[in-house]
């Protein structure tokens, strides 16, 4: 392991991409969400995704100078177009026009479309929650994980996330894949020859396994908790698809070119103002005393919390020399 400041991961993340073709825009806007990874040990994010964001500006599949705009649609509901780049910058396009829209409805709900997610969820929850708002999204993805009963890859990892606004305090935030776990730790696994639990992913023949190299090389990955995992994938596929004008996982697959970086899609962001939900001003009190009563009871967490003690505690992260040398190798 290696260890870099903070302003060290964005200035290699923003310089490698913009030597492969992103502009100084798009470039630290991708930049900014990989340094918050590494800052809050999300290592799974991190620089480890920079090599698969070069390989899609080298095969030309992702505008490395894309413009995103953004659109209202109707009363309450937003469209942001990413113009074929990669989702950072289009999610801080939508940030201020959702905000804006969510207090003067109460309630507001956005379209990102046409856009390569790679990240993690939480950084456009988060957000909102910062400003005060209630915040889901769900994104789809790649086709690797098998309805419930399957053994052909349908759904994609199919994150969630999830944001609660806490004032005076950090909000909760916590995103989640439907799979039993993120792709990323499945290569993550694979890299560090480390065994996965039995339930993560079965071969190519649809056995179970717990090598990381039979699920991604041939073999599938399972949902959460059977089929109520699969339903959630499912509905994350309706929701981030279908619903606002975008491509299923599998119509994804068909339209990459196999380059190894992330693939076009889009994604569903809703969020409510509390205050004008509940009525008043009450919510924020009531809803702490059950976050509260969990952060002292023995033995529990919240959710995402680990997150927010990294980024309390500071200092310089921690890199894999493995992942500097495939940059660097760039």
């Not at 950072?88 to 709900?109: N, S």
């Not at 990459?256 to 103002?273: K, T």
Request: hydrophobic share 45%; with cysteine.
């Amino acid at each position: 392991m290696a260890t870099m400041t903070l302003d060290a991961v964005f200035a290699l993340a923003s310089e490698t991409l913009q030597r492969f073709g992103a502009d100084e825009a798009n470039a630290e806007a991708v930049a900014r969400t990989i340094t918050g990874a590494e800052r809050d040990g999300s290592a799974s994010h991190g620089l480890f995704r920079l090599p698969g964001y070069v390989k899609s500006l080298k095969s030309g599949r992702v505008k490395g100078d894309a413009k995103p705009t953004a659109m209202p649609m109707a009363p309450g509901i937003l469209r942001v177009d990413g113009d074929e780049g990669f989702a950072p910058l289009a999610l801080e396009v939508m940030r201020d026009p959702l905000i804006e829209m969510t207090r003067a409805q109460g309630i507001a709900m956005c379209g990102v479309i046409r856009t390569h997610h790679f990240a993690a969820l939480w950084p456009e929850v988060e957000v909102l929650a910062d400003a005060g708002l209630v915040a889901m999204a769900m994104t789809q993805a790649m086709p690797y994980v098998a309805p419930a009963g399957g053994k052909e890859a349908l759904f994609g990892t199919n994150p969630q996330a999830f944001a609660w606004p806490r004032p005076g305090k950090p909000p909760l935030a916590f995103d989640q894949a439907a799979s039993t776990i993120a792709r990323g730790d499945v290569m993550i696994h694979r890299r560090d020859g480390i065994p996965v639990p039995i339930g993560v992913g079965i071969d190519k023949d649809g056995n179970d396994t717990t090598d990381p190299g039979a699920i991604l090389d041939g073999g599938v990955q399972l949902a959460f908790g059977g089929y109520k995992g699969s339903a959630i994938a499912l509905m994350v596929e309706l929701m981030a698809s279908s619903l606002i004008g975008e491509r299923f996982s599998h119509e994804a697959k068909a339209a990459h070119n196999g380059d190894g970086g992330p693939p076009v899609g889009g994604e569903f962001v809703l969020a409510i103002d509390p205050a004008a939900a509940s009525g008043g001003d009450g919510w924020a009190a009531h809803g702490d005393s059950i976050l509260t009563r969990i952060e002292q009871m023995e033995g529990a967490r919240l959710p995402g919390s680990r997150r927010h003690a990294n980024r309390a505690k500071g200092g310089d992260p921690e890199v894999s020399d493995a992942v500097l040398e495939e940059i660097a190798g760039l």
